[in-house]
Each structure stands twice: as C-alpha cells, then as structure tokens.
C-alpha cells in the first residue's frame, strides 16, 4: 500500500508570504503617506512665503510677482527647481488687494504611485492679503487751518490745504496726495494722484476733478521728509549789490554758496539774464525775488553734488494779486538739483533742494510760482509752513517729495511729481487660506 506525502503546513507557509507581503505593503504605505505630509507642509510653507513675497508687490505689474513668488519658494527647505509656482492677482476690496499661489512640485512615492500615478505631485495653494495704502505720499498738505486762497476767477469761498482754480493742474505719478486740511478742485482744474487722502473734505466744483483712490480718513499725514536739522549761521547780511550794480545788463553772474552765512539778504535779480550756481548751501532773509526772463541753474551739480537754497522765516512774504511777489517771477526757467547724502558739499542737505525755515504756522511765508516759467527740480521741497502759489501757465516739474502748508495752483499752472521711488509703500500682509 502507497501512503500519500502529507500536506499539511502548506497553509501557514502561504500565510506567512501574504502577511509578509501585507506588512511590507503596509510598511511602504506608511513611508509614503508620511514623506507626503512632511512634504506637503514644506510646499505649503513654501507657498506661505511666495504668496506674501508677492502681495508686497501690490503696486507693481504682474511680471513681478512672476519674479517674486518662485523666488520666494524656491529659497525655502525641500522646494526644487521642478517646483510649478503660479502666483496671480485676486480680488480684493476696495481696501484691500489678494495674491493667489499655487504650487504643484512632484514627489516620488514607494508604494502609492504604483497604483496611482497623480499621488506622485503635492499641490497646494496660498493666499495673502495686501492692505493698500495709505500709500506712499509725495505731496503732502500740513496746513490745517490755513486758507488756501484759490484763483480768485473761480476758488470764492474755497480753502484748504491742496487746491486747483480755473485750469491748474496738480498731478503726482507712482504717489498719493494727502492734506491734513482739505483738497478742492473747481473750475476745470485737475488734480490726480495714486491715492488723494484728507483729513477734511474732499470736493469738487464747477468742472474741476479729482481723480485717485479718494479716502477721506481723519488720520493726519504722514511726512514723506525727515524734517532738516535747524541751520545754525552767522547773522547779519551779505550784500549782493555789487553782483547786479550798474546800468549794464550782465549775461550771467555766478553766485557763490554761503553756506556759515551770513545770508543774501534783500535778493533780487534786475540786471542778470542768468544766473549761476556752485553746489552748496544758499541762505537768503529778507525778501527773494527772482526776477522775470531769468534763468537759474546749477551746471556742477553733477555726481552727486547739489544745492540746497534755505529761506529764513519771513523771507518770502509777497502776495499773489498784490504788487509785491517774491519767489520765482514770471518768466523764470530754473533747473536745479538737490545733493545726495554720498556727495553732498559746501553744507548742502541732502535731498533737500527748497526748504522754508519759518516755524510759525499761524503767519506762513508765500513762495510764488509765476507764470510762463519752466522749472525742473530734482529733489525734496520742505515748506510746512508756507502757501506755495503755482500761477498761470508756469508747469513745476519735481522729482522727489513736497511738503508745504498749502498748495494752490491757479491760472494755467501747476505741479507734477514724481516719486523718485517708483511706488507705492508695502502694506501689511494677512496670510489666509
């Protein structure tokens, strides 16, 4: 009789493969499912960051928040070059503007790409939240209380800390407007900035408009310029007779800075076709009044070097219909430049081009603008306590930054400025998902 070979054990040993197999596979899911968490809290922290690096780009166009984000990300821990960074704009509210991220980075897996291969990318998303302004001002209006006059054709019973008559223009570009007072538009004048803020109100008359992010806040303004350390100098007075005495017109006089004082004082300009300037400090007391047809200029002010032109208080107290206007008369062409903080010289300040030294906002000096005039400045213009008259068909051209006690302009004439930054100021950024 031929006895069988037994098979018993076989099932254990199957068992055992299977469970085997089972704990490896289970082994492997577990490796999987935590690299893919660990690497899912590193693409998020990634896009946490490229979503806040971009909302700080709020102003910009939208080739820089295709810089910003993927750059952000890619400096974080575990982020490669395969990373997918799409960072767009949102929709925010009229205060508020929101950046959307979202990176999408493949990660290997041992065991689940087997099975599905759309768990071998982490895709996440982020959102940040940029608050908008206030943004950055270059003109700003610290008169609250003193009357701004208008243009009398048309301003009547206006008043303010910023204000257009007529046809005037005050245009700023890459920054906001603000007063601490008013702002009025009336006529057809026009005043447009990135942003126009007041303290008080904001109004419009006749044809005159207004155009920008309009936000009357009850906040006061903040000043774009650190206000100058008083100048201390010698009293008394240079006098500048000598330079423009005689019946003879002078074609050009070259007038040096004086920079320990004493100061030019009773300064006008009736026989000079142009005058010229050396970089460094220039004080005048007493009366200025740059006389019509006259052109002033700094040609060394060149690689840094500039000049700063400083009035005492009380030195320019003309008036805009009466027959005394001192400034810069009808006809004048000024091009002039500030010094920077690398080549400042003979006690320029740096970036201050104009500075007003009244401290008394209850009697401000005039500084008048008169009309036909072509005036370029490149650098700051500190005035907090002075009405500053832009009239008929003169343009100021500024580059940099403008703080006065009022400023009004009539007639044909007005401003523009730029900001020599480019834009507007970050705000704060909320992080939400």
């Not at 490229?50 to 750059?71: D, G, K, L, V």
């Not at 890619?74 to 395969?82: H, V």
């Not at 929709?91 to 503007?97: D, E, F, H, L, R």
């Not at 005159?208 to 100048?231: D, F, H, R, Y």
Request: glycine fraction near 14%; charged fraction near 5%.
């Amino acid at each position: 009789m031929k006895v069988q070979r037994s098979e018993r054990g076989q099932t254990t040993i199957f068992f055992t493969v299977f469970m085997a197999i089972v704990f490896l596979g289970m082994a492997a899911l577990a490796l999987d499912v935590g690299m893919l968490y660990r690497e899912k809290r590193m693409v998020q922290a990634a896009a946490d960051a490229a979503a806040i690096a971009a909302s700080a780009q709020y102003s910009s166009a939208s080739t820089a928040i295709t810089t910003s984000a993927p750059a952000a990300a890619l400096q974080q821990a575990g982020i490669t070059s395969s990373a997918v960074v799409t960072p767009t704009w949102g929709s925010g509210g009229t205060a508020q503007a929101d950046v959307v991220v979202n990176i999408s980075q493949p990660t290997p897996t041992y065991f689940l790409g087997a099975f599905k291969s759309s768990m071998k990318s982490i895709s996440v998303w982020a959102v940040a939240e940029a608050a908008k302004p206030p943004s950055a001002a270059c003109l700003v209006s610290t008169g609250a209380g003193i009357a701004g006059t208008g243009d009398p054709a048309d301003c009547s019973g206006a008043s303010g800390g910023i204000g257009a008559g007529n046809s005037g223009k005050i245009t700023t570009t890459n920054c906001g407007i603000c007063s601490d007072s008013a702002i009025y538009a009336c006529g057809s004048s026009t005043i447009s900035g990135t942003s126009v803020s007041s303290e008080g109100t904001i109004t419009t008359s006749g044809n005159g408009s207004i155009s920008g992010s309009k936000s009357p806040s009850g906040a006061a303004c903040a000043s774009p310029i650190t206000a100058p350390t008083p100048l201390v100098y010698s009293s008394g007075c240079n006098s500048n007779d000598s330079l423009f005495a005689g019946p003879n017109y002078a074609s050009s006089v070259t007038l040096p800075p004086n920079p320990t004082g004493p100061a030019y004082c009773g300064f006008t300009t009736t026989h000079v076709g142009a005058l010229i300037l050396t970089p460094g400090l220039y004080i005048f007391d007493a009366g200025f009044n740059l006389g019509g047809g006259i052109s002033l200029t700094c040609p060394t002010c060149t690689g840094g070097a500039g000049v700063t032109l400083y009035f005492t208080s009380g030195s320019l107290n003309g008036s805009i219909n009466g027959s005394v206007q001192e400034g810069f008369a009808n006809g004048t062409t000024v091009n002039l430049t500030a010094a920077t903080s690398a080549g400042a010289t003979n006690g320029a300040i740096p970036g201050i081009l104009i500075w007003d030294g009244n401290t008394n906002s209850s009697s401000p000096d005039l500084i008048y603008f008169g009309g036909g005039s072509g005036t370029t400045l490149t650098g700051s213009f500190y005035a907090p306590n002075s009405n500053v008259y832009m009239d008929n068909y003169g343009v100021t051209t500024l580059t940099g930054s403008m703080v006065v006690g009022t400023l009004t302009a009539g007639g044909s004439g007005g401003i523009t400025l730029t900001s020599p930054g480019g834009g507007a100021a970050a705000g704060q950024v909320t992080l939400v998902r």
